[in-house]
């Protein structure tokens, strides 16, 4: 079992960015809590709108965005999140362009994060939701150098928005993580905002009681640790 290296400060300005309504509370969530509550100002992302998600027969996709995006309000309420940003791209249909990456890279440049977090773009031991590959690589591009460098999208610039370099990416559902966050304490507060995405939940990996899963995962991450609980993810200093 690897020892990872501890992610111990908090920052000042974190955003997550999620492909899809309840990501981010599953991979990152007790994080994101852990963060807040030691006074992180956190900006939460999300790409689509969870049209895909529900299978129930009587829905129709118009119901579900509906549904989904108050299930995230209520889960981004629960964590403490201070801005959700809800993107509204089709469910299923990330693709890496011009205009998407321009929107990520117009959300760092207003809410100036030091640390983003996302999907690991890069997995290559398990299938991966194209929304997820496709998010984390618009994502990392987003960071190094769209939004660092003021030639990249000079509309921003003369919006009066900075250029903005972020300091680290922390990528999760890695398949190499390197990095481990102490989030004893925060599984419940994960569970709660994630049961608040009542249609996902028997869909999800933790199915529809998921704190002792997540109390499970999180054990295991941090089975070398002198602490109970861990989120882990692979690191990406940005140049
Ligand atoms: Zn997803």
Excluded at 8 to 19: C, E, F, G, K
Excluded at 167 to 190: F, K, M, N, T
Aim: net charge negative.
């Amino acid at each position: 079992m690897p020892h990872f290296e501890r992610l111990d400060s908090i920052p000042q300005r974190a955003m997550a960015v999620s492909a899809h309504p309840d990501d981010t509370e599953l991979n990152a969530g007790a994080t994101v809590a852990k963060w807040i509550a030691a006074g992180c100002e956190v900006i939460l992302a999300v790409c689509t709108d969870g049209a895909a998600g529900v299978a129930e027969p009587g829905l129709t996709s118009g119901n579900v965005v509906q549904t989904r995006r108050a299930e995230q309000q209520a889960a981004a309420r629960r964590l403490g999140v201070h801005k959700l940003v809800m993107l509204g791209l089709p469910d299923g249909g990330l693709d890496d362009t011009t205009e998407f990456r321009g929107l990520i890279v117009e959300l760092i440049r207003r809410y100036r994060p030091n640390i983003v977090l996302t999907h690991d773009p890069c997995r290559h031991r398990e299938f991966s939701h194209r929304d997820h590959r496709i998010a984390g690589t618009v994502v990392k591009d987003a960071i190094y150098p769209y939004a660092r460098d003021r030639l990249h999208y000079p509309g921003h610039i003369r919006q009066g928005l900075a250029p903005h370099k972020v300091e680290q990416l922390l990528l999760w559902e890695s398949d190499d993580p390197g990095i481990i966050v102490d989030v004893s304490g925060y599984i419940d507060v994960q569970a709660a905002a994630l049961r608040c995405h009542e249609t996902q939940l028997a869909g999800l990996p933790c199915g529809p009681n998921p704190e002792s899963w997540l109390l499970n995962r999180a054990a295991a991450a941090a089975q070398a640790e002198s602490f109970e609980a861990g989120e882990t993810f692979r690191r990406l200093l940005a140049p």
